[in-house]
């Protein structure tokens, strides 16, 4: 509150661009980087008492305009706290205000009470003092202004000693002491002032400089709850800043601040307005903790629906909180409750896991009602029966639902069951125990159908920063943002349950971050046993640690839905970020070797969507964000899902995960199969992980189905340029397929023209060779000469052969593969087209440049027509047209078929992968090329026909 609403606070500052006009009210550095959660409003009144436009005015005049505007202002929320900061004449503007709205508190409601603190700058409770007084300015004035308005009522409060401030300042002190009163603190100034600029330059040079606002006139002793401030500067400018550094300005923000952190408290002592519904706050047996860390978007999300917004309009106000078990939905009720129990008569906080603990819970509740407002029987008595409770929980519910009673807050804590489900113990209908239609509710639950009762959020993850101070909230230190921080906090992925015992275990244990992440990949298990055990449990949550939270929401789950257990159990085995209904419809094909439960979802969706609905219901998933028709699982609540399982179903799972992710893979010659590929990669590594973590407990590949799915991975891998992968995943294969099926199986001469294929790529050409006879000799013994698998077998041998640089032998097998394919399956087929590109690398070997750009366009044309001009396998043939032209000195031509190739590879395969550098290297090539006909081609290992030898798998 100031003279006016801006230049009262405004310091003027030299800059780089100059003098600029700084407002620590609203500059982002000063107040609202202080209290960032605060709104900062800024008022102001007409001060021009002399002149032209001096208007005639009082005191109360401006308090009764401050209170309507304020009251207007606040209509959708009368009881958020307000700290009040005054300049001078505005300080004794606010205290009548106060005045005002103590003595008219039904006109103005909620400002009296809400208020929690006062700060006075250079504000004359006694008056000014110095050589000029208020009666010698108003002569001045007077005498200056001669023939224009002169209206001293202002001044005339600013007498020293006179009637009108005292009655003011006396009349303040005596309500203030009536109730719980706001901290106060009065900053008065040091330095003199040249008042008398105030009615002109002329003046102020003939006027002495005094101080007007001394100690004794600055200062209010309202006991303990008062403070006093000296600052070195003037009448003028003592509520100026102009930077957040300044000491003034942190002494001020210093003293705002234990105004804040008072007010709670403050605000819940008084509560007059509630008349005889008011009861003690308790929450005695709520697992309150120390440890909370501020969530100022989801409190704000509660104080929106929750808080009494009008005395007039009382209809109840419901608001459903659910989201995962652990992620901070009981917590963030209880700082709600904890922080506005005085806005509430009542805050009954009842325990909703059963419905004895909630008729328990309420009957606890009698003996805080007031005396004689329901029957002493049901406020005293100890229950011995249930017709016992059902009495003293009706006269509970018949107090709250009584018109006049219309402030409480009720708290349904964890009502985590569903009735309408069924087969769930102590289930029930939360509606038959909302009394009334007034009053505040919040429930939190993991059931997302209860969100059809009223205003809703879903709880979700913390931010990496939250996730930070709750982390630290807990460790008892600054957590330092190193690599092995950054991971830890990435694999606990904002879960507030999970920070928390992580926190706690490494305070406990002195452990680094390091080790527990080490403890947390390798011994989940045992981890999480020790933190409920011997370690110390979480005395601040009900399920106590993150390994028995989601328990009881599983067992609901598997008791009426075994398909959506199943599910959950195999999606543990899975990426936890992308499942979606497609994802299973392998399992509706070769029904045999699945079992009912999946294909039963894979050939309904709408049975598929039943079980998903039902785990979103218990907040075990939730849908994604990006894809529609796609599910998600928070990480640690996927690890658990894991754990859950014993070791033989750990087996089983995983080998149903391989095989669905293994069998939902594309074939490369189909179009767009990056797409999916793409989405089926993170799923891929999840199950090769899991398939590293059980080959030592007796994970074998001994199935045919599994043996095929991970050959399958091993190609993706292959495709995706991560040889590694595939390399650890082959020789596995290999084996079990040798044990199980036999050398000269079918699927073990596939695998072993892959390893073929592998060591090609790698370079071991040797090794290759090796591979690709053994897998040919069988082929040729059991599918014949021309069979498409033999061929591509031959092809890939061609390919080999003209690396080593045996061109002869290497147009053999090609001329032979070629023939093959095209009697076989046609001269258009995909797998005849990539022999003609096979050729077509020979003849540019040979430098028969002329047939060799021959079998490319041939080859090119064809895959254009029959798989579309963005293919990868149409983009490797424009890449080999590029170096062909590259070769013959044609480099506009070549550079043309690089920047068409470059785009569309990226796109399929991510501007990492080894294909797309590659383009790219070609590219800065040929620019240092451009101009030089020396050939700058490094040797070059081309690249084995890969497709052929995965389609016929």
Sequence with gaps: MGAHPDDTWCNKIDSDDGSVNVNWLIDQRFLPAAFPRSRISRYGYDSRWFGEDAIRTKTSDISQAFLFDLNEYRKKDQTRPLIFIGHSFGGLVILKMLVDAHMERKRWPGIYDSTVGLVFLGTPFRGTHGSLSQGEILIRAQELFTGSPVYGENLGILQAGGEPLTDLVDTYFRIARQSPMPRVACFYEQRASEVGRILGKDLAKATPAVILVDETSGSLDLGEKSDKYALPRTHFNIQKFGSPREQGFRLLASVIQTMVDEGPQLVSSRAKDHGPYRTTFTLQGVPVSNNFVDRPSDTAELERCLLPRSRKNHRRKLFVLYGLGGIGKTQLAIDFARRHQATFSSVFWLDGRSEDRLRQSLAGCASRIPKDQIPDKSRTSTLHSEDDLNVVVTDVLDWLAQPDNTDWLLVFDNVDQDHEQGGATGAYDIRRYLPGDHGSVLITTRLSRLTQLGDSKQLKKVDQELSKAIFEKWYGQDLVMDEASSELLGL????????????????????????????????????????????????????????????????????????????????????????????????????????????????????????????????????????????????????????????????????????????????????????????????????????????????????????DATLGFGHLYIRQGRLKEAETMFPHTLEGSEKVLGRDHMLTLDTVNSLGVLYMNQGRLKEAETMYQRALKGKENSLGRDHASTLATV???????????????????????????????????????????????????????????????????????????????????????????????????????????????????????????????????????????????????????????????
């Design 795 to 953: 092809t890939n041998l061609g390919i080999l052969y003209m690396n080593q640089g045996r061109l002869k032998k290497a147009e053999t097998m090609l001329g032979q593969a070629l023939e093959g394919f095209e009697n076989a399956l046609g001269p258009d087929h995909t797998w005849t087209l990539e022999a003609v590109s096979g050729l077509g690398l020979l003849y540019r070997h040979q430098d028969r440049f002329q047939e060799a750009e021959a079998m490319y366009l041939r080859a090119l044309e064809g895959k254009e027509k029959a798989l579309g001009p963005d293919h990868t396998l149409t983009l490797d043939t424009v890449t080999n047209l590029g170096l062909l032209y590259k070769r013959q000195g044609r480099l506009q031509e070549a550079e043309t078929m690089y920047r068409r190739a470059l785009p569309g590879l990226q796109g399929a395969l991510g501007p990492s992968h080894s294909k797309c550098q590659n383009v790219m290297r070609l590219i800065e090539s040929l620019q240092l090329a451009k101009g030089s006909s020396t050939e700058t081609d490094p040797p070059k290992l081309e690249r084995p026909c890969q497709s052929l030898g995965e389609a016929v798998l």
């Design 492 to 707: 606990l992925d904002g879960l507030p349950l999970a920070l928390a015992q992580a926190a706690s275990y490494l305070r406990d244990m002195k452990l680094s971050t390091v080790s527990y992440v080490q403890l947390y990949k390798q011994q989940w298990d045992e981890l999480m046993k020790s933190n409920g055990e011997s370690g110390s449990p979480l005395m601040d949550y009900d399920q106590r640690n993150i390994r028995t939270t989601w328990t009881i929401s599983f067992k609901a789950i598997e008791a009426k839905s075994k398909n959506a257990a199943d599910l959950l159990r195999l999606w543990a085995f899975i990426d936890n970020k992308d499942l979606w209904h497609g994802l299973l419809q392998t399992a509706a094909h070769k029904q045999k070797q699945w079992p009912w439960w999946l294909r039963e979802m894979a050939y309904s969706e709408v049975r598929f969507m039943a079980a998903v609905r039902l785990l979103i219901q218990y907040s075990m998933i939730e849908t994604g964000e990006s894809v529609q028709g796609s599910f998600s699982m928070h990480p640690v609540v996927h690890r658990w899902a894991s754990h859950i399982q014993d070791e033989a179903g750990k087996m089983e799972f995983l080998r149903l995960a391989v095989m669905v992710i293994g069998s939902s893979l594309p074939l490369h010659t189909s179009k767009d199969y990056w797409v999916l590929e793409r989405r089926l990669l993170p799923h891929a590594e999840r199950c090769s992980r899991w398939m590293g973590e059980m080959y030592g407990l007796g994970w074998g590949f001994n199935d045919p189905r599994n043996i």
